[in-house]
């Protein structure tokens, strides 16, 4: 294959991944709308919409196999093959996790659950991946650094958000069904864990960025 041809594969493959990755992130950002406003049916075409976000992830790992298989590309231009592909199992996983939450809203028994909001992690959360997904896009190994370090603050607001919902249940009566509580209450709990992985996924894109950039693999872990 032309050295042309190949530089241009490797071009289309970076930005597919970035089209990809913005996808997911705009899914993960619908779906904590639709948690927030309680939207199940919203949420319910996030759940449904997945199998577009693997088959996507299929097409695409299937273009990286065949660049590394019959094209045996060296040095910085096989990082960036390496890298694109672990960082599409991180985009397919986040997906997983927006199609999660969705399902969450739409199984949702209503307000049972003491107001105990979730926008500001979410947006911490979407806030991550879209400076990763930057990071990769331009190679700029200072964001991915600075995505690693916001990971700290993520953890720690969703530490705080688990407690706060264990204050609020303490002196939360609920008017009617208490199984019903306790399965919202899961939900929730179910939905802080979700972003919390987002989030490490996204450290997860800085980390194979910044080797694929410097070969530094100090976010690796």
Not at 62 to 71: M, N, P, V
Request: hydrophobic content about 40%; charged content about 30%; glycine content about 4%.
């Amino acid at each position: 294959m032309p050295r042309d041809t190949f530089e241009a594969r490797l071009d289309t493959l970076r930005t597919d991944v970035c089209a990809m990755g913005r996808d997911v992130t705009e899914r993960l950002d619908r779906a904590v709308t639709a948690y927030e406003q309680r939207d199940s049916a919203a949420g319910r075409a996030v759940a449904d919409a997945d199998d577009e976000i693997n088959e996507r992830y299929l097409e695409l790992e299937a273009e990286c196999i065949d660049l590394l298989a019959l094209h045996q590309p060296v040095a910085s231009d096989l990082r960036l093959v390496v890298a694109s592909f672990k960082i599409l199992t991180d985009l397919e996983r986040v997906g997983d996790l927006a199609s999660n939450l969705g399902g969450y809203v739409d199984a949702m028994a209503g307000d049972t659950v003491p107001s105990v909001p979730i926008t500001d992690i979410g947006e911490m959360t979407l806030a991550q991946l879209r400076d990763a997904l930057a990071a990769y896009e331009t190679g700029d190994a200072e964001r991915c650094r600075e995505v690693a370090a916001a990971d700290t603050d993520l953890d720690e607001r969703c530490g705080a958000a688990t407690n706060d919902l264990v204050r609020s249940l303490v002196t939360h009566t609920p008017d009617d069904d208490v199984a019903a509580t306790l399965s919202d209450t899961k939900r929730y709990l179910l939905t802080v864990r979700d972003l919390e992985r987002a989030g490490d996924h996204a450290v997860n894109i800085a980390a194979r960025t910044l080797y694929m950039t410097e070969s530094d693999d100090a976010l690796i872990y």
